[in-house]
């Protein structure tokens, strides 16, 4: 693998894993503030709303000023809002001011979540995008992996708001990446300046572009069930199966190995069967997994054991579907790819903030209304899918 491209992967993941670190090392720390700020599990989860929201939001706006002012001064604003929030959540005397807190980290947290994608696009596009936004999602994969065991090692020894500490530390870092290490990629001659009649005509091509709508909806609504998974994971290992927050940080990290694992193989297999063939039969192998789960869920709740391995499975298969889809729904758009990549990703991010928002008032502690959830979210993008790609699979096979 060459070393520019293997160098690019680990900059470009370590800016992207700001947003799942926010998320991920959060998760153990939600039964102990729910307790500490004398609120339900329901308050808790509206702050991942407040996040999520602000996060699809603030991503409409990152990609039509990346395109103005380039790549980097966009992240410099990102993180210093990210730092700002960070910092109220630290402060949080009530779960409203930390509602509020986390808000404010969503506006900040996007951008680098879109401006990294913008970057991808500028350097490659095809397979070659895939197999980096592949390696990117390698390297983030160290956040669910690790980013819970250390937040409830934290939660141990010094109590959750030391989570939000450690936050700042990994923006500051973050920052100093994209001072000294991140090259600028879009050159003063290719930027365009924001212009409210260009941004409203290029987001009407996009909207009007099935193939970009439904890729978009496609990893959307695959995001959305993860989401529904993380909103309600803590209550459900520790309150219901009995786990420690310890053990609960293991088994989440058990769940994220096979979509990551999975990612990395997207590449070839799309170069192999047609990328849009391989999005298709991995989006009906989610929906698969994710009825079969939700077909003993529904005669009796399911086992931890065998919970945990229809999710490691139904996540295996999005880890080939969304990466792909990305990629995909930026291809034909290169030359407006930051509000392709702000629009793509406020449309999905708002997807996953409906859909726990609809989902809060029926997660009661127990699997089986998360199981319903994602199983809606794994029909709707199956769906989509099929209606989206079926005909574009003899071209790109």
Same mark, same amino acid.
């Given at each position: 693998?060459?070393?520019?491209?293997?160098?690019?992967?680990?900059?470009?993941?370590?800016?992207?894993?700001?947003?799942?670190?926010?998320?991920?090392?959060?998760?153990?720390?939600?039964? /102990?503030?729910?307790?500490?700020?004398?609120?339900?599990?329901?308050? =808790?989860?509206?702050?991942? =709303?407040?996040?999520?929201?602000?996060?699809? !939001?603030?991503?409409?706006?990152?990609?039509?000023?990346?395109?103005?002012?380039?790549?980097?001064?966009?992240?410099?604003?990102?993180?210093?809002?990210?730092?700002?929030?960070?910092?109220?959540?630290?402060?949080?005397?009530?779960?409203?001011?930390?509602?509020?807190?986390?808000? %404010?980290?969503?506006?900040?947290?996007?951008? %680098?979540? %879109?401006?990294?994608? $913008?970057? !991808? #696009?500028?350097?490659?596009?095809?397979?070659?995008?895939?197999?980096?936004?592949?390696?990117?999602?390698?390297?983030?994969?160290?956040?669910?992996?690790?980013?819970?065991? $250390?937040?409830?090692?934290?939660? /141990?020894?010094?109590?959750?708001?030391?989570? &939000?500490? +450690?936050?700042?530390?990994?923006?500051?870092?973050?920052?100093?990446?994209?001072?000294?290490?991140?090259?600028?990629?879009?050159?003063?001659?290719?930027?365009?300046? =924001?212009?409210?009649?260009?941004?409203? #005509?290029?987001? #009407?091509?996009?909207?009007?572009?099935?193939? *970009?709508?439904?890729?978009?909806? !496609?990893?959307?609504?695959?995001?959305?069930? &993860?989401?529904?998974?993380? +909103?309600? $994971?803590?209550?459900?290992?520790?309150?219901?199966?009995?786990?420690?927050?310890?053990?609960?940080?293991?088994?989440?990290?058990?769940?994220?190995?096979?979509?990551?694992?999975?990612?990395? &193989?997207?590449?070839?297999?799309?170069?192999?069967?047609?990328? /849009?063939?391989?999005? !298709?039969?991995?989006?009906?192998?989610?929906?698969? &997994?994710?009825?079969?789960?939700?077909?003993?869920?529904?005669?009796?709740?399911?086992?931890?054991?065998?919970?945990?391995?229809?999710?490691?499975?139904?996540?295996?298969?999005?880890?080939?579907?969304?990466?792909?889809?990305?990629?995909?729904?930026?291809?034909?758009?290169?030359?407006?790819?930051?509000?392709?990549?702000?629009?793509?990703?406020?449309?999905?991010?708002?997807?996953?903030? %409906?859909?726990?928002?609809?989902?809060?008032? *029926?997660?009661?502690?127990?699997?089986?209304?998360? =199981?319903?959830?994602?199983?809606?979210? /794994?029909?709707?993008?199956?769906?989509?899918?099929?209606?989206?790609?079926?005909? #574009?699979?003899?071209?790109? $096979?």
């Amino acid at each position: 693998m060459q070393t520019g491209f293997a160098r690019t992967a680990i900059l470009l993941g370590l800016l992207c894993s700001i947003g799942p670190f926010a998320i991920d090392m959060y998760l153990p720390a939600m039964p /102990a503030i729910a307790s500490d700020l004398a609120t339900d599990s329901a308050g =808790v989860q509206t702050t991942l =709303v407040a996040y999520f929201a602000a996060f699809g !939001v603030a991503q409409l706006f990152y990609g039509p000023l990346a395109d103005m002012w380039g790549r980097k001064p966009p992240l410099y604003l990102g993180l210093a809002l990210f730092l700002a929030g960070t910092l109220g959540c630290v402060l949080a005397p009530s779960i409203g001011w930390l509602i509020a807190s986390r808000f %404010v980290q969503g506006l900040g947290g996007a951008a %680098v979540m %879109v401006i990294p994608r $913008a970057i !991808v #696009r500028d350097l490659y596009t095809g397979a070659q995008a895939t197999r980096l936004m592949a390696l990117i999602m390698l390297v983030i994969s160290v956040s669910p992996m690790l980013a819970p065991l $250390a937040g409830s090692g934290m939660v /141990a020894l010094a109590g959750w708001r030391a989570v &939000f500490g +450690a936050m700042i530390v990994a923006t500051m870092l973050s920052l100093a990446l994209t001072a000294f290490v991140l090259p600028e990629t879009l050159p003063p001659d290719s930027r365009e300046p =924001v212009d409210l009649a260009h941004l409203l #005509r290029g987001s #009407r091509v996009l909207m009007g572009d099935i193939a *970009f709508m439904g890729l978009t909806f !496609v990893g959307g609504f695959g995001m959305a069930s &993860f989401f529904v998974f993380v +909103a309600s $994971a803590s209550f459900i290992y520790t309150g219901f199966y009995g786990l420690s927050p310890t053990g609960f940080s293991l088994a989440f990290a058990v769940n994220a190995i096979g979509f990551f694992a999975a990612s990395q &193989f997207a590449a070839t297999i799309g170069e192999r069967f047609g990328m /849009a063939r391989m999005v !298709v039969l991995a989006t009906t192998g989610f929906f698969v &997994f994710a009825a079969t789960l939700l077909a003993v869920s529904l005669y009796a709740q399911p086992s931890l054991a065998f919970l945990v391995i229809m999710l490691i499975l139904a996540n295996a298969c999005l880890g080939l579907v969304i990466p792909t889809a990305m990629v995909m729904a930026l291809d034909d758009h290169g030359d407006m790819a930051g509000l392709a990549s702000s629009l793509g990703g406020t449309l999905q991010m708002m997807v996953g903030a %409906v859909m726990i928002a609809i989902a809060s008032p *029926f997660l009661d502690g127990s699997p089986r209304p998360m =199981v319903v959830v994602i199983a809606i979210c /794994a029909l709707i993008a199956l769906a989509l899918a099929l209606t989206t790609l079926q005909r #574009r699979q003899p071209a790109a $096979a």
